[in-house]
């Protein structure tokens, strides 16, 4: 990992096939500062690297864009 770069991981609800990934990556991807996403289907899982820690409410609205739900910590 690159000296001033962050990764955060999120849960992703409702994600079922390749086509998912694919819109889930591709919002991400759009957001301001996001070097990298890795969508992880199996783990319902989405790991985005970034210049600086985004805002979860950009992360929120993206994943929601493409179509899919962000989980909540710990629910």
Not at 12 to 39: I, P
């Amino acid at each position: 990992m690159a000296e001033g770069t962050v990764t955060q991981t999120y849960a992703v609800t409702g994600m079922t096939c390749e086509h998912c990934v694919r819109a889930v990556t591709e919002e991400l991807s759009a957001l301001s500062g996001v070097d990298e996403v890795r969508v992880d289907l199996a783990a319902g899982t989405a790991t985005v690297t970034s210049a600086a820690p985004l805002p979860e409410a950009s992360v929120r609205a993206a994943v929601d864009e493409a179509g899919y739900e962000l989980a909540v910590d710990g629910a």
